[in-house]
């Protein structure tokens, strides 16, 4: 549903979502750089379970939630995509895990 | 983070304990403020949640091309110098930076002597003092509660400038823009400009708002909107299909956008869709002036609540100014002329600048505001959005997306004893998911508004408090445990948080 501008494509990044690999561009967010891999949806709600996918893209609505190496509750919207970065749907409650030490 | 450079590697671990004034929100409002504050000797901190400054309207502003100045327009382009002048000054600068608290520091005698912010940016979160705080954190588009706007492939159209303009992504496939207000057509030229295909715009302004709107035209009439406007309807009119007078929006698809269905001359159209884009004005964004206890009125013309502020942008806080669009919009360019403002009076309030002085260099920016605003009355009118689509007529229609709270379930709670929106929360939870209220606040007080027949000033808003971003537990137990904080933080988790959860997030 995205297609990515060739003058605005810069260095290549690679990192996964539920295990599939994605190349993004360096400087995209989680969010920019999955709908660019024209991916709709990245959680699912904890009430219903229904999918939802970034909405605002600027850090508001809290839609593109998603777990990115291992923590659970990151807005993708206001995340830099990392070379290698792990990036997971959020299933469900946003309820908090043990984190990782940072 | 030395003046005005752009350091994320070390984060906000570099910055002093205390600056004379942090200002939050590096758009038009708050880069003018910094700029000006900075050349009066203020130390000053600006802080933002993006990488790089520019706010919503010149996002990304510092990375931009040439090419970018023909796709998004000279409106656009002017922010280079806005920015440049912010990053020359001896302002410092924290990128990627969430603001989510703010705290008075009271002085012997019980007066407010400054403020505690409260700063997260990368997993590290501090408090950080100043004695003046400039909160420049600007609008957010409206919420546009239709069927179906939950599902994925359903976004906003500041959603997609935002993925165009940081990442140079255009929206491909059928996409659909739908909705009204003075950025709608806006939005849809620089994605058709950047070679987008728009199967349709559907223009949700009503046609009685012309005759409103009318009489105010002569302050619009000698605005530069005027102009531009035409010019932006002509581009966007030329490359796709307008269709006008369009009383009813929904989304459909199992699991995705499928169609958008509308209604319009009395009857019901539908069109296979990838993405819709949905737009219908912006409104300020309220959560951190709320939060800070900061008074706010209804505006009737921008049907939104907005924080009260004097003519140097002082808010009923002490030692706390608001500029920019989260204190009623004013566009671009009357948030620059206002954080310019709000700057000499803090400066003023720090001693920097004789009152003289600061009424003195104050004049030119007060005429230049008032000409800035001319034809802002005519907008509001002309797109003020139809109630059927601020305050749902469909029951099942989701207006909490966080909570998935229906305006059905809202309205029943009226008849069951909620009489304003804090009252409802406790009932339904609802607005209280991590959004905050952000994306159902102004719907759900117009909705209870609606089913009790009062107005909305009657009804209110969420009463808010800090954080007003979540913040995660090692960066609370990374804190100093000062009381204001503990206050905050507990404040918060009872609040809005599931029961559930409380026990596995008790700070220790
Ligand atoms: C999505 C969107 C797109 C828009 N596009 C245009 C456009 O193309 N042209 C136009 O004329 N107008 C546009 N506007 C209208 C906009 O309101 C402008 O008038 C202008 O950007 C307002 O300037 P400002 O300085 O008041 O706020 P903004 O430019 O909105 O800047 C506010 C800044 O505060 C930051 N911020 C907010 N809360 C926090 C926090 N808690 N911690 C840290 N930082 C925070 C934000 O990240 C943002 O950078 C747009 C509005 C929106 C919502
Ligand atoms: S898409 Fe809305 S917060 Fe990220």
Redesign the pocket.
Same mark, same amino acid.
């Given at each position: 549903m995205f297609r990515r501008l060739s003058d605005r494509a810069s260095g290549e990044i690679t990192f996964t979502f539920d295990g599939r690999p994605i190349t993004a561009s360096a400087g995209d967010s989680v969010a920019a750089a999955l709908l660019a891999a024209g991916v709709r949806a990245c959680r699912t709600t904890p009430v219903s379970g229904a999918p939802r996918g970034p909405y605002?893209m600027?850090?508001v609505c809290f839609e593109c939630l998603v777990r990115i190496d291992g923590m659970d509750n990151r807005q993708g919207c206001l995340v830099t995509v990392q070379e290698g970065m792990r990036v997971e749907s959020q299933r469900g409650s946003r309820t908090l895990t043990p984190e990782p030490a940072q | 983070m030395t003046k005005g450079r752009v350091s994320t590697e070390r984060g906000i671990a570099d910055l002093a304990d205390e600056y004379d004034v942090i200002v939050?929100?590096?758009?038009?409002?708050?880069?003018s403020a910094a700029t000006t504050l900075a050349g009066t000797n203020a130390r000053t901190l600006l802080? =933002?949640?993006?990488r790089t400054p520019?706010?919503?309207?010149?996002?990304a502003i510092t990375l931009a091309q040439p090419v970018d100045r023909q796709r998004?327009g000279e =409106?656009?382009w002017r922010g280079r110098s806005i920015a440049e002048d912010f990053l020359r000054s001896e302002a410092e600068y924290a990128p990627a930076?969430?603001?989510?608290s703010i705290q008075p520091l009271q002085g012997d005698a019980g007066q407010t002597i400054g403020h505690e912010v409260g700063l997260s940016s990368n997993g590290v979160a501090r408090l950080i003092q100043a004695r003046q705080v400039v909160l420049?954190?600007?609008?957010?588009?409206r919420p546009f509660p239709i069927p179906g706007w939950t599902l994925p492939g359903v976004m906003?159209a500041?959603?997609a400038?935002?993925a165009l303009k940081t990442s140079g992504l255009v929206p491909s496939g059928k996409v659909v823009i739908a909705g009204t207000g003075p950025?709608l057509y806006?939005?849809a030229a620089?994605l058709i400009e950047a070679g987008a295909t728009v199967s349709a715009v559907l223009d949700t302004t009503p046609r009685e708002n012309w005759l409103r709107a009318f009489r105010h035209a002569r302050g619009f009439l000698v605005s530069p909107y005027l102009a531009k406007g035409l010019k932006l309807l002509q581009t966007v009119q030329r490359r796709t299909r307008v269709i006008r007078w369009v009383s009813a929006l929904a989304a459909e698809g199992e699991g995705g956008l499928k169609e958008v269905v509308w209604g319009a001359g009395g009857r019901e159209h539908r069109m296979a869709a990838d993405l819709l884009l949905l737009h219908q004005g912006?409104v300020p964004?309220v959560n951190?002036s709320n939060s800070a206890g900061c008074a706010h009125e209804w505006d009737e013309a921008q049907l939104t609540f907005r924080p009260q502020v004097d003519e140097w942008s002082a808010s009923s806080v002490a030692g706390l100014a608001l500029?920019?669009?989260?204190t009623g919009?004013?566009?671009?360019e009357a948030?620059?002329i206002q954080?310019r403002i709000a700057g000499l009076g803090c400066a003023s309030r720090l001693g920097l600048v004789a009152p003289a002085e600061r009424d003195r260099l104050a004049v030119p920016l007060r005429t230049s505001l008032a000409r800035a605003m001319r034809g802002r009355r005519f907008l509001d009118e002309l797109y003020r959005p139809a109630k059927a689509f601020r305050v749902p007529q469909d029951p099942d229609t989701i207006v909490c997306r966080c909570e998935e709270i229906s305006a059905g379930q809202i309205r029943a709670s009226v008849s069951a004893g909620a009489g304003g929106p804090n009252q409802m929360k406790v009932f339904l939870r609802c607005g209280m998911g991590p959004c905050q209220g952000r994306l159902c606040g102004l719907t759900v007080t117009e909705l209870i508004a609606d089913e009790r027949s009062k107005h909305p000033s009657e009804i209110g808003y969420y009463r808010l408090r800090f954080p007003?971003?979540p913040l995660r537990l090692h960066e609370l137990a990374a804190l100093p445990q000062t009381e204001t904080a503990k206050v905050a933080v507990l404040a918060d988790l009872a609040d809005t948080h599931h029961p559930a959860d409380l026990n596995e997030r008790k700070p220790q």
């Open positions: 605002c600027m850090g | 939050v929100g590096a758009g038009p409002a708050g880069l802080v =933002d949640e993006n520019g706010g919503q309207i010149y996002r998004l =409106d656009y930076t969430t603001a989510w420049a954190t600007g609008a957010l588009e906003t500041g959603a400038q935002i950025l806006l939005l620089q912006v964004n951190f500029a920019g669009d989260g919009i004013g566009g671009a948030a620059a954080g007003i971003k």
